[in-house]
């Protein structure tokens, strides 16, 4: 069983910046699709940024320009660089991973941004 665990949310004023790290309990090379999702209040859960093919990166379009994905192999961890958050980005951000067939996701850990 994979285990992903997120780490980094909290509360940040409109503007600021969180990073968001997922760590992950086997090599990230095993999956070919890694990244992060994120659920708002009374929303469906929608992509935010994702690692497929291990390399190749899809952003939504509401982040692109300001949130950041990058992976760690060595510690296999994959994390979220988020810049000029507005409080449109108040969610639960989830980190989420699929090794064909399987597919995991994380706890969630809480993002909430101030106006």
């Known amino acids: 069983q994979v285990q992903l665990v997120e780490t980094g949310g909290g509360l940040v004023q409109a503007g600021g910046s969180l990073r968001l790290s997922c760590a992950a309990s086997?090599?990230?090379?095993?999956?070919?699709?890694m990244g992060w999702y994120r659920q708002a209040p009374g929303k469906q859960r929608e992509l935010v940024a994702v690692?497929?093919?291990?390399?190749?990166?899809n952003y939504a379009d509401s982040v692109k320009g300001r949130f950041t994905i990058s992976r760690d192999n060595a510690k296999n961890t994959v994390s979220l660089q988020m810049n000029s958050l507005k409080p449109e980005d108040t969610a639960v951000y989830y980190c989420?991973?699929?090794?064909?067939?399987?597919?995991?996701w994380g706890q969630g850990t809480q993002v909430t941004v101030s106006s």
């Open positions: 690692y497929t093919s291990g390399i190749r990166v």
């Open positions: 989420y991973a699929v090794a064909t067939p399987d597919a995991y």
């Open positions: 086997r090599t990230i090379f095993d999956f070919n699709v």
